[in-house]
């Protein structure tokens, strides 16, 4: 498993500096942001 979240890490990093230089940095944080919030969400719904 940890090279599962290893690889996830290094992709993650990876797509941040791919949207930088693209400019579509805003569209990311924004859905990173609503993603997070969704999953909190969820966690209460079905705790």
């Known amino acids: 498993m940890r090279l599962k979240s290893t690889i996830y890490k290094i ?3 990876w797509n941040d ?3 930088v230089r693209k ?3 805003g ?3 924004g ?3 609503a993603g ?3 999953g909190k969400a ?5 705790k």
Do not use: H, P
Request: glycine share 4%.
């Open 27 to 29: 569209k990311r944080i």
């Open 11 to 13: 992709l993650r990093i």
């Open 36 to 38: 997070k919030a969704a």
């Open 42 to 46: 969820m966690r209460k719904i079905f």
């Open 17 to 19: 500096v791919d949207s």
């Open 23 to 25: 400019g579509k940095v």
């Open 31 to 33: 859905r990173r942001v």
